[in-house]
């Protein structure tokens, strides 16, 4: 009985799917049609365009993009069609900018320079200058330019 049953209802389900294929209308098989026109390659008209038609068309320049790097750790990006980049280098006077085509924007700050002096005991001191504001003193101890430690000579008396 209940093999009938099921049977019964899968011949049943299956009728029901199959009704909307069957009962497929001319406009939708004109829409079928219509959608393979659209989808189909264009055909071949044997034609290349002229010289001059090519000439007519824009050029399409692809774009660089370019970055220079300040000596304050900050940065200036430019993009163009061309474009170059130079670093800060502030020990030779350079400060650093991005030019795209013929437009400079420079680093936003120009190099600056320090000079530090720490007092030595017994007596005396210890100096240092920096082209790149990289200055730090430590009385009685030492001074520091550019990474550069310049000791005073009797640095045993340094806090640490």
């Known amino acids: 009985m209940k093999r009938r049953m099921l049977l019964g209802f899968t011949a049943l389900a299956l009728a029901f799917f199959a009704l909307p294929a069957l009962a497929a209308t001319p406009t939708e098989l004109a829409g079928d049609a219509a959608l393979a026109a659209i989808f189909a390659p264009a055909p071949d008209l044997g034609t290349s365009p002229q010289p001059q038609d090519a000439a007519k068309r824009p050029r399409i320049t692809p774009k660089a993009d370019c970055l220079a790097h300040c000596w304050d750790g900050s940065t200036v ?21 991005c030019t795209a085509d013929g437009v400079t924007t420079p680093c936003p700050v120009p190099c600056q320079s320090c000079t530090v002096t720490a007092t030595c005991l017994p007596s005396g001191s210890v100096t240092c200058s920096s082209t790149n504001n990289d200055c730090f003193k430590v009385n009685k101890c030492y001074v520091e330019c550019d990474g550069i430690l310049h000791w005073c000579p009797s640095h045993g008396v340094c806090p640490f």
Do not use: E, F, K, V
């Open 77 to 97: 990006s430019c993009s163009g069609s061309t474009c170059s980049a130079t670093d800060s280098n502030c020990s030779s006077g350079q400060r650093g900018s």
